[in-house]
T-cell receptor
Framework: EAQVTQNPRYLITVTGKKLTVTCSQNMNHEYMSWYRQDPGLGLRQIYYSMNVEVTDKGDVPEGYKVSRKEKRNFPLILESPSPNQTSLYFC??????????????FGNGTRLTVT | GDSVTQMEGPVTLSEEAFLTINCTYTATGYPSLFWYVQYPGEGLQLLLKATKADDKGSNKGFEATYRKETTSFHLEKGSVQVSDSAVYFCALSVPGYGGGNKLTFGTGTQLKVEL
């Protein structure tokens, strides 16, 4: 089954403790992206990647890192999480970029709480 | 910059009622327009899209028409079901944007359908 898989689904951590949220897609998609969803703000893009070893900042990249060493994986790294990073995170992928005819496929989300 | 404005929710309807969720946008280029749906505990799924003026996107009984003159893309359904209860996001994408498939999302409208 074609899908985007995120892990974990739920994560509670403390301020400053490094964490990684994994994302993997099995559709051979070139483009991958991370979003955070907050009440009243909709979804905002954190980082995106147009292909292996090619990543760039989205609208809200501060406090996050990403890497794209393999086509299928795009982990999100919080080196020193803070409470304002408490949010619902989504990974998404699509076959290509720069076209509206390549829809995004989303994972089921990771709910992160930083205390 | 690009932006999407959706009506505030939640919207509560009885089963078989008519649904309209308003969406208007501002964009620097000629955007493609989308509606995504998020069911409880899941990621977003593409519901329908339209890529040029006067196009009508449709899926699962939902419709939306790309109105360039009013910069709108309102979502409609003639007869809602309890299973349509979800959060609906309007979004736009401007072709050729350097960030590829970056979608600009509205804040989402929660729909609750009751028996």
């Amino acid at each position: 089954e074609a899908q985007v898989t995120q892990n974990p689904r739920y994560l509670i951590t403390v301020t400053g403790k490094k964490l990684t949220v994994t994302c993997s897609q099995n559709m051979n998609h070139e483009y991958m992206s991370w979003y955070r969803q907050d009440p009243g703000l909709g979804l905002r893009q954190i980082y995106y990647s147009m292909n292996v070893e090619v990543t760039d900042k989205g609208d809200v990249p501060e406090g996050y890192k990403v890497s794209r060493k393999e086509k299928r994986n795009f982990p999100l790294i919080l080196e020193s999480p803070s409470p304002n990073q408490t949010s619902l995170y989504f990974c998404a992928s699509s076959l290509s970029f720069g076209t509206a005819n390549s829809p995004l496929h989303f994972g089921n989300g990771t709910r992160l709480t930083v205390t | 910059g690009d932006s999407v404005t959706q009506m505030e929710g939640p919207v509560t309807l009885s089963e078989e009622a008519f649904l309209t969720i308003n969406c208007t946008y501002t964009a620097t280029g000629y955007p493609s327009l989308f509606w995504y749906v998020q069911y409880p505990g899941e990621g977003l799924q593409l519901l329908l899209k339209a890529t040029k003026a006067d196009d009508k996107g449709s899926n699962k009984g939902f419709e939306a028409t790309y109105r360039k003159e009013t910069t709108s893309f309102h979502l409609e359904k003639g007869s809602v079901q309890v299973s349509d209860s979800a959060v609906y996001f309007c979004a736009l994408s401007v072709p050729g944007y350097g960030g590829g498939n970056k979608l600009t999302f509205g804040t989402g409208t929660q729909l609750k359908v009751e028996l």
